[in-house]
T-cell receptor, first 113, second 115 residues
Framework: ETGVTQTPRHLVMGMTNKKSLKCEQH?????MYWYKQSAKKPLELMFV???????ENNSVPSRFSPECPNSSHLFLHLHTLQPEDSALYLC????????????FGQGTRLTVV | AQSVSQHNHHVILSEAASLELGCNYS??????LFWYVQYPGQHLQLLLK??????LVKGIKGFEAEFIKSKFSFNLRKPSVQWSDTAEYFC?????????????FGTGTRLKVLA
């Protein structure tokens, strides 16, 4: 248990559906991240939030929409996804700084059909 | 742009064999370097990290890594692996880029240790 909780653990959705992934941390961290983990590819940084403000959007398509209502919660809203978006989506949190260790959740395994 | 390269995608070793996993990064400024491990079915967790000082850092479970600045490398080593080391290993760089701290990961190396 890392202190970073992601729900749901598994999600199957159609290309016309709208769904949301949730991430929660109570570690007192002020930075939160979304990563995409696909087979044979590096972990791709999608979004970075610092103090609830989005500081990085790593050229992610607009069908992925993040939301950070407070420092403990991070959402990833999904709509009109494509099959190639199927992957493991990981949330992480850390104190803000280059020395900071990131703590990861167990991920949401997303399948788009 | 920052990048991290891990050259070995799959490694198979017998127990007691020595391990070295390569990691090279591309970034011109000061970097902080990490190795994370992901055991089957578990979350990513920190194995070791380098910020400054002694370039040879020791982590958990007998792992160590050496930072060689001139080679932009941060290779992971273990003298004698165990079956329980079977996992995926990720090298990562965290550095300040355009005012944002970014954690950039390599593709990962899948290690299988045969009993």
């Amino acid at each position: 248990e890392t202190g970073v909780t992601q729900t749901p653990r598994h999600l199957v959705m159609g290309m016309t559906n709208k769904k949301s992934l949730k991430c929660e941390q109570h570690l007192g961290h002020n930075a939160m991240y979304w990563y995409k983990q696909s087979a044979k590819k590096p972990l791709e940084l999608m979004f970075v939030y610092s103090l609830e403000e989005r500081v990085e959007n790593n050229s992610v398509p607009s069908r992925f929409s993040p939301e950070c209502p407070n420092s403990s919660h991070l959402f990833l809203h999904l709509h009109t996804l494509q099959p190639e978006d199927s992957a493991l989506y990981l949330c992480a949190s850390s104190p803000w700084g280059d020395w900071a260790e990131a703590f990861f959740g167990q991920g949401t395994r997303l399948t788009v059909v | 742009a920052q990048s991290v390269s891990q050259h070995n995608h799959h490694v198979i070793l017998s127990e007691a064999a020595s391990l070295e996993l390569g990691c090279n990064y591309s970034y011109g400024g000061t970097v902080n370097l990490f190795w994370y491990v992901q055991y089957p079915g578990q979350h990513l967790q920190l194995l070791l990290k380098y910020f400054s000082g002694d370039p040879l850092v020791k982590g958990i479970k007998g792992f160590e890594a050496e930072f060689i600045k001139s080679k932009f490398s941060f290779n992971l080593r273990k003298p004698s692996v165990q079956w329980s080391d079977t996992a995926e290993y990720f090298c990562a760089v965290n550095a300040l880029t355009s005012g944002t701290y970014k954690y950039i990961f390599g593709t990962g190396t899948r290690l299988k240790v045969l009993a």
